[in-house]
């Protein structure tokens, strides 16, 4: 019999990578969108064979009766307090009320249990609600896939191909840094679904990279030498982000204000994935730095 699985947040970039990789596993998906979903979204999930549920992710009620009959719950909510802590909280409720026994959270991200309050908002968001998480009585499986991949097509100071240069902080030119590409992170979530006897933390990194060899296979891959940049000390990162963010109050509304990409890059060189629990499915093929980089 096939698993049922509950996909809330579907109709995003990371969900609806998730609701495929699931069907492909041969999970029967139902996926949960909020009234007033663009129809053109909900239409697509149910060309990938999902079943979707339109709720009020106000009322645990309704989410209860979508969760029913479902053996996981995986979230993949995008948003600020409102939706990482408040909904999500309601999604937790709902699933444990509908008696599903595992519960997936909206994490994907570097390991935030490792870092400080007030290194990086979003992350912040994610510890608030893992303490109403920690407390509940089912089954949870963080998975924590440190950056996506994608951030090295954006022109940031860490892979900037528009210059040809690669920055870093701290004395951190060989500190590797984790990657997962959007579809590997999916295909090791549904894996992850399905699979009954998940831990509390899986950790994932499709490629682990430093700056000097990002330089490397840069150089590499473009056919022009790259150049090696040092930023500054993690310090003065740190309060330079800390400052810009009180400077900026209203990006506190905002999912990705600037300062908030500025953490994420601290975050970045502050912790690492480890030990790394990729072999735990071997199907899962994992994408390389220079097949990302070539696409750049």
Known sequence: MKPTILVAGGTGNLGGRIVKALIKRGAEVRAIVRNGRKPEKIAKLTELGAKVVTVDMSDVEQLRQACQGASCVVSALAGLHDTIVDSQSKLLDAAIAAGVSRFIPSDYSSDFTKLPAGENRNFDLRKEFHQYLDKSLIATTSILNGAFA?????GTPLYNFKNYSVGYWGDKSDWKIDFTTMDDTADYTAAAAIDPSTPKILRIASFQISPNELVAVGTEVKQQEFKLIPMGSMEDFSASNKQERSANPEGEKELYPSWQGKQYLHS????????LDNERYPDVQWTSAIDVLAKI
């Open 268 to 275: 970045m060189f502050s912790v690492q994935n480890t030990p």
């Open 150 to 154: 994608d951030i090295l097509s954006y």
